[in-house]
């Protein structure tokens, strides 16, 4: 059974960074692909960065280009966000999620994994 932890979210002030993290457990995530995603209150669920486990390809939204960075540990079967520049309209709840394959979906509906989310906070 695959399971997902996420760790890391707090509040920050505007310009701050933080680094999530997301733990994977369950299975060998070779041929996976992992995804972060954010919700905002009111608003729908929006995909932030991607990563292909197998070889390290990402993928960023326009949003978080330059200030967001995905990235893995292969050795501790982690999922990192790095965040940096953090503006109030970041603020979220974070979570991490996982799919089998190569491809590097954006759409949350096609990743069957997901971690129970972390809280993200800005403050202007």
């Known amino acids: 059974q695959v399971q997902l932890v996420e760790s890391g979210g707090g509040l920050v002030q505007a310009g701050g960074s933080l680094r999530l993290s997301c733990a994977a457990s369950?299975?060998?995530?070779?041929?996976?692909?992992m995804g972060w995603f954010r919700q905002a209150p009111g608003k729908e669920r929006e995909f932030v960065a991607a990563?292909?486990?197998?070889?390290?390809?990402?993928s960023h939204a326009d949003s978080v280009k330059g200030r967001f960075t995905i990235s893995r540990d292969n050795a501790k079967n982690t999922v990192y966000l790095q965040m940096n520049s953090l503006k109030p309209e970041d603020t979220a709840v974070y979570s991490c999620?996982?799919?089998?394959?190569?491809?590097?979906?954006?759409?949350?509906?096609?990743?069957?994994?997901w971690g129970q989310g972390t809280q993200v906070t800005v403050s202007s």
């Open positions: 999620a996982a799919r089998g394959g190569s491809i590097l979906y954006t759409i949350p509906s096609v990743y069957a994994y």
């Open positions: 369950g299975r060998t995530f070779g041929n996976y692909a």
């Open positions: 990563i292909r486990w197998s070889d390290g390809s990402t």
